[in-house]
T-cell receptor, first 110, second 115 residues
Framework: RKEVEQDPGPFNVPEGATVAFNCTYS??????FFWYRQDCRKEPKLLMS???SGNEDGRFTAQLNRASQYISLLIRDSKLSDSATYLC???????????FGKGTTLSVSS | DAGITQSPRHKVTETGTPVTLRCHQT?????MYWYRQDPGHGLRLIHY???????DKGEVSDGYSVSRSKTEDFLLTLESATSSQTSVYFC??????????????FGPGTRLTVL
């Protein structure tokens, strides 16, 4: 299994749709989990950290399943402005660095 | 937004020439990182620093060197640029309270083309 694996998409959804992304990771000892968002030709920006109990920030919900080693991101009521690439991020086995997935591309259309 | 700047923002150079990219932060964060981002590969760590004069290699460090003489500046040098080093380079910082895996904040990136 690759260290961090994501479905590249693209996910094409209409405005108002609910969309979910999954990410799997290989290091069972990982402790740090994040979702970042990257717009075209821009830098990655933190969307949210992912906590063991799951967490929500407005229309965004992140879940962590340690037993199956996957992280999910749910976006409700999609907006045009949600169109971006979403990067799943997990710390490496040594705990010295973050490993970024290649990203899942979301395109929201009107 | 975190105070991170990168210079230059765009650069075109020729194979075999030395290139230095600069990252400057105003957050006084302990950790600084250099990544490259290429289609099909995502973000890959080149080098990172955990303090002044303290650096370590990342996943793709061959052909790159770094230096950190001040908390606020982290330099990435390509001693002799090759076409395979054409990429977008991002600098990142993190507060790193005892760990290298805290939230990272990214600079705007440098687009480097090696002809």
């Amino acid at each position: 299994r690759k260290e961090v694996e994501q479905d590249p998409g693209p996910f094409n959804v209409p405005e108002g749709a609910t969309v979910a992304f999954n990410c799997t990771y290989s290091n069972s000892a990982s402790q740090s989990f994040f979702w970042y968002r990257q717009d075209c030709r821009k830098e990655p920006k933190l969307l949210m950290s992912v906590y063991s109990s799951g967490n929500e920030d407005g229309r965004f919900t992140a879940q962590l399943n340690r037993a199956s080693q996957y992280i999910s991101l749910l976006i409700r009521d999609s907006k045009l402005s949600d169109s971006a690439t979403y990067l799943c991020v997990v710390n490496n086995q040594a705990g010295t660095a973050l490993i970024f997935g290649k990203g899942t591309t979301l395109s929201v259309s009107s | 937004d975190a105070g991170i700047t990168q210079s230059p923002r765009h650069k075109v150079t020729e194979t075999g020439t030395p290139v230095t990219l600069r990252c400057h932060q105003t957050e006084n964060h302990r950790y600084m990182y250099w990544y490259r981002q290429d289609p099909g590969h995502g973000l890959r760590l080149i080098h990172y620093s955990y303090g002044v004069k303290d650096t370590d290699k990342g996943e793709v460090s061959d052909g790159y060197s770094v230096s950190r003489s001040k908390t606020e500046d982290f330099l990435l040098t390509l001693e002799s640029a090759t076409s395979s080093q054409t990429s977008v380079y991002f600098c990142a910082i993190s507060e790193g309270v005892g760990r290298a895996t805290d939230t990272q904040y990214f600079g705007p990136g440098t687009r480097l083309t090696v002809l």
